[in-house]
């Protein structure tokens, strides 16, 4: 199936956001995913700045029959942000975070991405569980599960939505609350999918110590079937404070090795008790876990953050209001 150039032209004239043809210079970084080995091209790609322009390119796919692939961060591995021949409606340029400390609530268009959450959140002490890595997108990420270093404190990202605004198949703008189509509400939080683009997330906050204790261990892989049975045996009777991300990996040096990652949100004395026994087995030939922001809970979250991060890391963290 093919695009009519014309039906194009008449929907960039219906919006106010940008679209993005093949033959625009911007169009292969447009087009480019996360994921590298994932090669897709649309038929144009619209870059919505308004949920007006979100509605109009749903209704514009519907009534053409044209394939429809939704963008947020663009990190799902599979490639679902992108399609051939189709349309993408990019929904980066939504970028509104409102932070209520007061009622411990946030609201994040649809177009945020964890790294620009976290900082808006954290400059006054709370947080809630997202993703791993700053460029992963809010929406997709919750939409989901959302598996996070603060799950087993707070739950899924899924969990921790409270409401959501939601452009359905026909265009029409609806709240999905606890008071509003509730039955759609189940359905973001993992009843189903498919049923509209999210266009604005609310998610439940919660306090959050400035500092963490997190970091690595790596064992050689020669070791790994006894360091998996100890992250097995280790894991079921962790607390619900401490996750630990298990992995078999290569290291920067090119051998490959089993490594965890731990986060332990409580205070610092208790978890360095509690993660004892599992640094001083073997001994790892990594160990660098010791006090972290949440903003650094993973080697490479500052990459990738917003700029007024490295403020608020060098800074002083703001507490929640009682």
């Not at 150039?5 to 993005?20: T, V």
Request: net charge negative; hydrophobic share 40%.
């Amino acid at each position: 199936m093919t695009v009519d150039p014309a039906d194009l032209e008449r929907l960039a004239g219906d919006i106010s956001g940008q679209l993005i043809v093949p033959t625009h210079r911007d169009y292969d970084a447009a087009r480019a995913v996360w994921n590298g080995m994932i090669d897709r091209r649309p038929a144009a790609i619209v870059r919505c700045a308004t949920t007006s322009d979100v509605a109009a390119v749903i209704v514009f796919a519907a009534g053409k029959e044209v394939p429809l692939a939704v963008r947020g961060g663009g990190h799902n591995i599979a490639g679902s942000a992108t399609c051939d021949n189709g349309l993408v409606l990019d929904l980066s340029p939504l970028k509104s975070i409102e932070v209520d400390a007061g009622a411990r609530r946030a609201k994040a268009a649809g177009g945020v991405v964890w790294g620009e959450f976290d900082v808006e959140t954290q400059e006054v002490g709370l947080a809630t569980t997202g993703g791993l890595i700053p460029s992963t997108g809010i929406a997709g990420f919750t939409l989901g599960g959302g598996l996070g270093h603060l799950m087993r404190s707070y739950g899924l990202g899924c969990d921790n939505l409270l409401s959501a605004e939601v452009i359905t198949a026909d265009g029409s703008r609806v709240r999905a609350s606890s008071d509003q189509n509730p039955d759609l509400l189940w359905a973001l939080r993992g009843g189903g999918g498919n049923f509209g683009v999210v266009t604005e997330f609310e998610f439940q906050l919660h306090e959050l110590a400035p500092t963490l204790l997190a970091g690595r261990l790596a064992h050689p892989l020669t070791r790994a079937r006894d360091a998996l049975r100890l992250y097995r045996d280790f894991t079921a009777a962790a607390p619900d404070s401490l996750i630990v991300y298990g992995s078999l990996s290569t290291g920067p040096d090119g051998d490959p090795r089993m490594g965890m990652r731990p986060v332990f949100n409580g205070p610092l004395d208790q978890g360095q008790s509690i993660l004892r026994s599992l640094r001083e087995f073997g001994p790892p030939i990594l160990d660098d876990i010791g006090p972290r922001a949440y903003l650094r809970c993973a080697e490479d979250r500052r990459a990738g953050l917003p700029p007024r991060a490295s403020q608020l890391l060098e800074g002083e963290f703001r507490r929640p209001p009682e």
